[in-house]
């Protein structure tokens, strides 16, 4: 007998030993009492026996078809539970999901990829650090990380978190040179300048109650195209720059790094996960935003206590 005849009749069988009428039962499969009849009677034709006690009023389970209902209700419990754990395994993550990220992201969610493994065991991360603005379909990129920027209307944006720039030195620099009080003392200091991927040179950004007038006239010895550099020229003394909050974070918990000038705190460009419209809700892509919501999303106490 083949898989095709071993199943032949069985749902019809276990749907009318259910409902006690070959009607009910039709009813519930739509197709006529006739048929019913017939794939029943053609079943226990197969197996020998008889599985129903038929009367004009009622339709009776045999003792030999109470045994085989028990067995054909196992056989159909272990089938949908098959078919549950093909849907789930559909619905998890897994495979390869390709992040890509600005290089000062980096140290954001680097050190939490060990707990992203952990909680999709069958994902592999495959991230593409640049600064560059990526085209997400081009290059097959399930999630970006953006700082900033409007995104065309075919791409959704999440907003993860808010930024702040902080303006830093090491304790070494100040102890030589002073600590600026005004933005204006700047101009007395040798300020680091990070460009940016479009060979422009970023000048420091502060409050709008700092900047009436001319900004300050700034001198520096370096102009340099790597966030995390910059501030590793500011961590040995070389001078003074600024950074995004969330760069400077831990340098300041371990007193590397001093804010200066921080009443003129001024607010950064919001970090965005921006995916293809159409592949928002896949696993890959949705496990993802939600761990970098997580993991970039937390908010840190600002140094006067409020929410940075």
Not at 29 to 45: H, R
Request: hydrophobic share 45%; glycine share 8%; charged share 25%.
């Amino acid at each position: 007998m083949g898989l095709t005849d071993l199943f032949s009749g069985v749902v019809p069988f276990v749907y009318t030993a259910e409902e006690r009428s070959f009607r009910r039962a039709a009813e519930r499969l739509g197709v006529t009492s006739a048929a019913i009849s017939k794939a029943v009677l053609k079943l226990e034709d197969d197996l020998g026996v008889r599985l129903l006690a038929r009367t004009s009023r009622s339709v009776e389970l045999t003792p030999e078809g109470e045994r085989y209902l028990v067995r054909c209700r196992e056989a159909i419990t272990s089938i949908e539970a098959g078919r549950r754990s093909m849907t789930e395994s559909r619905a998890l993550p897994r495979g390869e999901v390709h992040l890509s990220m600005p290089f000062i992201l980096g140290r954001l969610l680097v050190p939490a990829l060990p707990a992203a493994a952990a909680r999709y065991p069958s994902l592999v991360f495959r991230i593409s650090m640049t600064d560059r603005f990526v085209p997400l379909i081009a290059e097959r990129v399930d999630v970006a990380l953006r700082i900033g920027g409007q995104e065309p209307s075919s791409l959704v944006s999440k907003l993860l978190r808010r930024t702040r720039w902080i303006t830093v030195a090491s304790p070494s620099y100040l102890a030589e040179h002073g600590v600026p009080r005004a933005v204006r003392d700047l101009e007395r200091h040798n300020f680091l300048r990070f460009v940016g991927p479009n060979g422009k040179v970023r000048d420091p950004i502060f409050a709008a109650a700092s900047a009436k007038g001319d900004g300050p006239e700034l001198h520096g010895n370096l102009l340099i195209d790597q966030g995390d550099h910059l501030l590793d020229a500011a961590l040995v003394g070389l001078g003074i720059c600024q950074a995004l909050d969330f760069m400077v974070d831990d340098h300041l918990e371990a007193g590397r790094l001093v804010s200066v000038l921080d009443e003129h705190v001024a607010p950064g460009p919001a970090v965005f996960a921006v995916t293809v419209a159409e592949r928002r809700r896949a696993p890959n892509v949705k496990a993802m935003v939600a761990f970098l919501s997580e993991v970039i999303g937390e908010r840190r106490p600002a140094r006067d206590g409020t929410p940075a």
